[in-house]
C-alpha cells in the first residue's frame, strides 16, 4: 500500500486493481480437457486473493480507526471529572471571598485553589477569557447593561461564573453581563 | 469462527485445519498436461487462501485487543487527574481542623470537599479504609506505637494522612501509625 497511513484504503480499490491483472492471465491460457478445472482453480485463487486484499484492508482500517480513538479517549479523558470538579472551585472562590478570614485559613484556601487549578491545566483544562469582546461560542449572556462611550456594545462587563475549556472544547461556557 | 470473542484466534490453527482438506483434493487429481498450470493455480489459490485466513484471524485479534485497550482507557481514564486533585482534599482537611472558623466559612469548605469526594467517586476513586488491620498492600506504616490488651500487634493506631484507590489501584496508600 504506498497510500499514506491516514488514507482510508477502501477493499473495492485494492481489488479493483487486481482483477484487471487476472483477466490477462486468463485471456493466454489454452482450450483444454482440464479447461474447466483449471478455470475453476483459478477462479478460486482470484476469489480468496480478493478476499485477502479486502480483509487486509480492512486490517488496516480497523488499526487506523483504534488509533484514532485511543488518541481522542486520551485528549479527553478528563473531561467528566474535568467538569465534575468545577463547583468545587466555585465554592473556594466564594468561600476566599468571604470578610475577615484568618490568613491561615486563607492561605490553605488559596493553596487549595491553586493544586486544583494545577491539575486541571495538566489535563487540557483552562479558564476561558472573558475580558473583552462577547463572544457566543465561549459566554453567555446573562444580563446586560446599557454602552456608552467608555463601554461600547458586546463588550463585557462582569463575570458572574468563570468558564472553563478542555482543549477547544468547552466544559460550561462563562456567565457574563455584557453592555449592548 | 465458532470460538468464543475473547478468545485468541492463531492464524495458524486456521492455516492447519485448511491445509489437509487440500491435500485430499490434489491426490485425486489425474496427470495432464495442463497439470503444471493447474498445480500452480490450485497452490496459488491455497496460499491466497492461507493468507486470507490469517488476515482474518489478526483483525480479529486486532478488534479485540482494541477494545480491551478502550475499556482499560475508560476505567482508570481519571487515574492521572484524581491524584492531581488529593492534595487539595488534604488542604481542605487541614483547613476545616482550624479552630475558630466562621459557620459561613465552615459551610463552603464542607460544600467543596463533599463535592470533590462525590467527583472522584462517580470516577471510581474512593479512600481506603483504615480502621482495622494494618494490610501492607493498602497502608504504609510511618510510625509504631507499643501493643497492649486493648490493642493488638497489626492494628492501626492513628491515620496521618488518607489514602485512595481507583477501582483496584491503589492511588496511594494510606500513612498510618501501627501497633507492634
Not at 489454452?30 to 479486502?54: G, Q
Request: net charge negative.
Amino acid at each position: 500500500m504506498s497510500k499514506k497511513e491516514n488514507e482510508k484504503v477502501t477493499p473495492e480499490e485494492v481489488v479493483e486493481e487486481m482483477a484487471t491483472e487476472e483477466k490477462t492471465e486468463e485471456v493466454i491460457q489454452e482450450e483444454t480437457t482440464e479447461r474447466s478445472e483449471l478455470e475453476m482453480a483459478n477462479e478460486r485463487a482470484e476469489e480468496f486473493e480478493n478476499k485477502y486484499l479486502r480483509a487486509h484492508a480492512e486490517m488496516q482500517n480497523i488499526q487506523r480507526r483504534a488509533n484514532e480513538e485511543r488518541q481522542n479517549l486520551q485528549k479527553y479523558r478528563s473531561q467528566d471529572l474535568g467538569k465534575a470538579i468545577l463547583p468545587s472551585l466555585d465554592n473556594l472562590e466564594r468561600a476566599l471571598a468571604v470578610e475577615g478570614l484568618t490568613d491561615d485559613v486563607k492561605k490553605g484556601l488559596e493553596m487549595t485553589q491553586e493544586s486544583l487549578i494545577a491539575a486541571l491545566k495538566a489535563e487540557g483544562i483552562e479558564e476561558i477569557p472573558a475580558d473583552g469582546e462577547f463572544d457566543h461560542n465561549l459566554h453567555m449572556a446573562i444580563q446586560t447593561m446599557p454602552a456608552d462611550e467608555d463601554h461600547p456594545a458586546d463588550s463585557i462587563a462582569q463575570v458572574f461564573q468563570k468558564g472553563y475549556k478542555l482543549h477547544e472544547r468547552i466544559l460550561r461556557p462563562a456567565m457574563v453581563v455584557v453592555y449592548n
